[in-house]
């Protein structure tokens, strides 16, 4: 199957988001990522909306809470009909397969259970921070390891990682543990603030599960032109 790139819906409004959809044609239905900053402006609209128009949704809300409270919202959640989303590995093996559990239990019957990954180090730390912050004493790439054993441990189905840490991540969990990799950039296009990044080709070639991609889609001249070359270029087809 075509496999899409996730494009990062990092708007500040559902009317920007609207405007954005125009650039591209009625029928081509995307994968798209709503992050907190929307979502807590919008609330659940955003998700039927985009929904309504054909997409299908990663909601990347990193719940980090007790596991009672993480399991009745990831209950509410699921019946949003969203593809992915996420908790941090930090809240524990128990929070997260709290999560998971509040994912069956919500999802209406007969629709597909959605995907749960965990975010590990958020890439924002360094592992001075982590060492300083979190008082965690071993390195970051031990940390983010620790983490996706984790969350394999409790079931989840994958995590959020840069691509460059998808095949040790793969050889601690196993091939089929999700990998989804943002910090993607097409050959030549801008990095902007990002500092580890690959090309949707190279992804493909570590065996990142799925990309997300912002910036040089939602801002090119062309988004659609643009999404079409990373599509083609994750899909093998330069
Ligand atoms: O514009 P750009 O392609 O850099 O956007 C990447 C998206 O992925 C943004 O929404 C960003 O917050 C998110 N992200 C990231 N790195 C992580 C986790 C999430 O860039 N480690």
Avoid at 33 to 60: A, R, W
Wanted: include cysteine; glycine fraction near 8%; charge should be negative.
């Amino acid at each position: 199957m075509e496999r899409r790139p996730i494009i990062a819906l990092d708007f500040a409004s559902k009317e920007e988001i609207i405007q954005f959809l125009k650039k591209f044609p009625k029928e081509e239905a995307l994968f798209v990522k709503i992050g907190m900053e929307l979502f807590y402006q919008t609330g659940p609209e955003i998700v039927s909306f985009l929904k309504s128009s054909g997409h299908d949704v990663f909601l990347d809300l990193k719940l980090h809470d007790i596991p009672n409270t993480v399991k009745k919202a990831m209950s509410g959640l699921a019946k949003l009909g969203v593809k992915i989303t996420n908790v941090h590995a930090a809240g524990g093996i128990e929070m997260m397969e709290a999560a998971k559990a509040g994912l069956i239990e919500g999802t209406p019957t007969g629709e597909a259970v959605p995907e749960l990954i965990a975010v590990t180090q958020l890439t924002s730390t360094s592992e001075k921070q982590m060492h300083e912050d979190q008082l965690i004493p071993v390195s970051l790439q031990e940390s983010v390891l620790h983490y996706a054993k984790c969350a394999d441990k409790a079931g989840l189905d994958g995590v959020v990682c840069s691509a460059l840490e998808v095949a040790a991540i793969h050889q601690a969990t196993n091939p089929d543990f999700v990998c989804l990799t943002p910090g993607i950039r097409p050959q030549g296009a801008s990095v902007g603030d990002q500092k580890r990044v690959m090309t949707p080709a190279d992804a493909k070639k570590i065996g990142s599960t799925y990309i997300v991609v912002g910036r040089p889609i939602t801002q090119a001249e062309n988004p659609y032109e643009s999404y079409l070359q990373i599509k083609n270029e994750w899909n093998g087809e330069k």
